[in-house]
């Protein structure tokens, strides 16, 4: 008969609303940062080089590693 810890249950559910509560106080920081950007008057900040750079496949990486025979 299959059966449920529910001590475990209750740890792993304390751990994972820890954890969103956790990303939720991250993102309002972010959301404050920048709200406070677009408070002092920007509304574009441009970079220097993109920080998402083309991502590469794994085929295109099989076709430039060396193959040993």
Known sequence: MPTIDIAENI???CD???KM???VF???????????LQK?????I????DPNPPQVSDEE???IQEKPE
Do not use: D, W, Y
Request: net charge negative; no cysteine; aromatic share 4%.
């Open 61 to 63: 990486l099989e076709s």
């Open 11 to 13: 740890k792993r559910t």
């Open 40 to 44: 002092g008057g920007l509304t574009v």
């Open 26 to 36: 991250r993102l309002q920081g972010v959301l404050n940062t920048f709200e406070g």
């Open 21 to 23: 509560s956790q990303e």
């Open 16 to 18: 994972q609303i820890e």
């Open 46 to 49: 441009e970079l220097p080089k």
